[in-house]
Structures are given as structure tokens and as C-alpha cells.
């Protein structure tokens, strides 16, 4: 290390430290050689930027302002989001957007790096936000399968099987099929009982994983859904600005239908494993003791319009907060990076019952 004997002692051992810190990443990559993303908004790192008539995108200020360089990505977060922590606690690149390299020459060995497939509306359900965004279907059967087929071509299929059996797979979804089902619940009120929409969503989401585990999927992280009643946008269109009690049922259905779901399929298939972050209670239990956990607001949105913010999405005509770190709403769903940062804590080194039957650190050792 040249640097060393020339550098004073104290710069020395910070120069030791990052060389320390250097290693521990590589040994990290060993582990990990990947990260595959697939879900909705939380997880969305600018797909929906590609697609000319969403108009679920949020690839323009203030979104960003806290990102690397204050710029907006498509990213719907003050700074980075989930998979992007995850990423850098891993030692791996956060995966880039599947629609920014499909087209790029060597896409094969682009994709070995991790893809980010998710996109902002995105449901369980294939008619959740239809035309908004990539499906959850379409980026299972559609867009993964592709990649699946080229990391197969790229790799050999037994090759392509042990890159993909280390690498971690992260999951989020659900969320908008609940949000969806409220906003338009005088319609599909009158059609189908809530129960009856969780069960379906349930069979839908079984059918969808079971994919993934037949396209090598066999190490998961599932993001479980988030308390959504006590969101912004939800408790604005209650009078009492109190959670909704509906929203938050259909919550801890689908939350419980999942972990069933999960269970079973780690006991049909020995070999694959999981982490299911229970977001519901971590982010109940900060809204019910906000200074506790760190925060000062955990009802407004820190950008927007109106009453408490939740009245308009951000954009460049928002008004933001000052600190975002004392915000647990960036928008009128979407957390702040601090926000994540708490949760995603909870989710690497954590345990039961936040997360559980491992946590993240443990579903990638090895
Ligand atoms: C990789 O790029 C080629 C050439 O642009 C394209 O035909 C192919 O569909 C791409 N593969 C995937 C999986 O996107
Ligand atoms: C949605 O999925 C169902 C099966 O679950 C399928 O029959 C239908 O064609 C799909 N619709 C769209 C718009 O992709
Ligand atoms: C911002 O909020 C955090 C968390 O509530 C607090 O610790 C910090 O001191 C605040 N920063 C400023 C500049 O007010």
C-alpha cells in the first residue's frame, strides 16, 4: 500500500479502513453475485421512465433531491430506495432498469450484474393500474423470462441455475391492488366481497412465485405490505385523518395469506429459502411512537400540496420539508430514505418477528 507510507498516521488508517472495508465488499460479492427486483413504486429505479404514457413516474423534482447529485431518477423517494440499500449493504450494484439495458450490445452479460424489473402501479393482479406500468405477469413471464433465457444462453443452464440459486431475488408487491380496490371500492364493493378479492389476489400471487421458482429463483426477500391505511393519500380521504381501518385489514390479509404462502412453498422446495419483512407492524410501530423511532412527522407527506401535504403527488410545483429525515412519508405513499434506512436495518440484521424465519444477512451468507 504506497499510499500509506507516504500519508501522515492519521490519514494512514483511515486509507487502512477503507481498504478493510474494500475487502469486506468483495467477500460480500462472493456470497451475492446479483440482485433480481421485481414489484411496484417502492422498488422502481426509472422503468416507468420508458414507458411514454404512464403517468406513474416520478423521474422530475423534487423527487431526488437527496439522491447522489440531487437528481431525480425515477426513483419515487427523496433519495435512495429499498433495493438500493440492500444493494449497498450486500456489496452489489443496485440493480439498473431493465428498459435502460434490454437494447444495450452484450445484454446477456449486462444482466449476470442484476436487473431491476419493477415498475411504479404495478399489482398482483394484471388489470391493477393496466397500461400504467409493466405488469407484475409481464415482468415475470415477459421480462425475466428474456433475461432467464440469455443468463441460460450466456451461462449454460446448469451455470445460469447456481448464478441464480446465489443470487437474492427481492419481491414487492401488492400494495396498489390494495390502494386500487379502495379508491374504486363503490364498484368493485358491489362485485366482490373484500375476503373474496384478498383469496383471489392470493391464488394470483401463488402462481406467481411458484414461476420464479421454476425460473431459479431460490433465495427471496418479500417485502410485506406496508399499513397503507395510515398512509397519506388514504387518511385524507378519511374525515377524522385517523388510519383506515378497511385499507389496513386488507393489509394484514394479504400479509398473512403471504407468509402461508411462503411457508409452504420453503417446505414443497428444501431448497428454497426466504426473509418476509413484516413492513406492517415495523411502520405501525413507529407511527404509534413517532420520537421513539425517530421521527418527528409520520402523517403529512414531506412533499406535496394541500392538507398535510396528501392532497397532490410531488412535483415540481410541491412545497417539500426542510428535513427529510424527520419524515416518514417522502409523497402521499412512498417513504423517505430515512425511512427506509430504518426499515431496511431492521430487514438485513434483525429478527423475528420484523423479520423472519431469517433475516437478510442470513438468507445471504454463504
Ligand atoms: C438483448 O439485445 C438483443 C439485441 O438488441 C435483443 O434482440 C434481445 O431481445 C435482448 N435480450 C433481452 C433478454 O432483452
Ligand atoms: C390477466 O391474467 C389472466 C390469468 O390470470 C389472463 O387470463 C388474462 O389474459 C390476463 N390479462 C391481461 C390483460 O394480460
Ligand atoms: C432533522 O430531524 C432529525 C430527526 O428528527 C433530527 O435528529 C435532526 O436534528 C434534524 N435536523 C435539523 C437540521 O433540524
Given amino acids: 500500500m504506497g499510499s500509506c507510507t507516504l500519508s501522515s498516521g492519521g490519514v494512514c488508517v483511515v486509507v487502512v479502513l477503507l481498504c478493510l472495508a474494500a475487502c469486506c465488499l468483495t467477500c460480500a460479492r462472493g456470497a451475492v453475485p446479483a440482485i433480481y427486483v421485481l414489484g411496484d413504486s417502492q422498488a422502481d429505479v426509472g422503468n416507468n421512465n420508458y414507458l411514454l404514457h404512464s403517468l406513474l413516474k416520478a423521474n422530475f423534482p423534487h423527487n431526488g433531491i437527496d439522491y447522489p447529485g440531487g437528481k431525480p431518477t425515477g426513483r419515487f423517494s427523496n433519495g435512495y430506495n429499498f433495493v438500493d440499500l440492500i444493494a449497498i449493504s450486500l456489496g452489489v450494484p443496485s440493480p439498473p432498469p431493465y428498459l435502460s439495458i434490454r437494447s ?34 409481464e415482468q415475470i413471464d415477459g421480462d425475466y423470462h428474456r433475461v432467464h433465457e440469455a443468463l441460460g444462453k450466456q451461462l449454460g443452464i446448469p451455470g445460469a441455475k447456481a448464478h441464480l440459486a446465489k443470487s437474492l431475488f427481492v419481491v414487492a408487491i401488492g400494495g396498489n391492488d390494495i390502494i386500487n380496490d379502495l379508491l374504486l371500492s363503490p364498484v368493485s364493493e358491489l362485485l366482490r366481497s373484500r375476503d373474496e378479492i384478498v383469496s383471489n389476489l392470493e391464488n394470483t400471487l401463488k402462481r406467481q412465485l411458484q414461476t420464479l421458482y421454476d425460473l431459479g429463483m431460490r433465495r427471496l426477500f ?64 413507529s407511527i404509534r411512537d413517532p420520537e421513539a423511532h425517530g421521527y418527528k412527522e409520520v402523517k403529512a407527506a414531506c412533499c406535496g400540496l394541500g392538507d398535510n401535504n396528501a392532497m397532490f403527488l410531488c412535483s415540481p410545483a410541491s412545497v417539500y420539508c426542510d428535513n427529510r429525515t424527520s419524515y416518514m412519508f417522502w409523497d402521499v405513499v412512498h417513504p423517505t430514505q430515512a425511512a427506509v434506512e430504518k426499515l431496511m436495518k431492521i430487514a438485513f440484521d434483525g429478527s423475528a418477528p420484523l423479520v423472519s424465519p431469517k433475516n437478510i444477512k442470513q438468507l445471504t451468507e454463504s
Avoid at 127 to 134: D, G, S
Wanted: with cysteine; hydrophobic share 40%.
Fill in 104 to 137: 444495450k450490445p452484450m445484454n446477456s452479460s449486462v444482466y449476470l450484474k442484476g436487473v431491476n424489473f419493477a415498475s411504479g402501479g404495478a399489482g398482483v393482479s394484471n388489470l391493477t393500474n393496466l397500461a400504467q406500468c409493466i405488469s407484475f405477469d
Fill in 222 to 285: 418479500f417485502v410485506g405490505i406496508a399499513p397503507l391505511g395510515c398512509c397519506p393519500l388514504i387518511r385524507e380521504l378519511n374525515p377524522t385523518k385517523e388510519c383506515d381501518a378497511q385499507a389496513n385489514y386488507m393489509a394484514t390479509r394479504l400479509n398473512d395469506a403471504a407468509v402461508v404462502l411462503l411457508r409452504d412453498m420453503s417446505e414443497t422446495h428444501p431448497d428454497f429459502t426466504y426473509s418476509f419483512f413484516d413492513t406492517y407492524t415495523a411502520v405501525l410501530q
